[in-house]
């Protein structure tokens, strides 16, 4: 048992991938993604501006 052998062993660095070349089919999804992202954004700050929609439920009331 050497002591440069103990603890844990560090894995080997991966090669960095390369930067592949989009074609057009990848291009047209990345955008409608982008198109659909927006458009979640959009809905959700629409959906900010007004109140809870559930308010009913259960109500607790002070009577023990």
């Known amino acids: 048992m050497s002591g440069r052998e103990s603890g844990k062993k560090k894995p080997l660095k991966q ?4 930067a592949k ?4 089919e990848d291009k047209a ?4 993604q982008k198109e ?3 458009k ?3 809905l959700k700050a629409k959906a ?3 109140g809870p ?3 009913g439920g ?3 009331s002070g009577k023990k």
């Open 36 to 38: 659909e992202q927006k």
């Open 40 to 42: 979640l954004e959009e």
């Open 58 to 60: 259960i109500k607790k």
């Open 21 to 24: 070349e989009m074609d057009e």
């Open 53 to 55: 929609l559930a308010t």
């Open 15 to 18: 090669p960095k991938k390369q």
């Open 48 to 50: 900010a501006g007004k």
């Open 29 to 32: 999804f990345k955008q409608k």
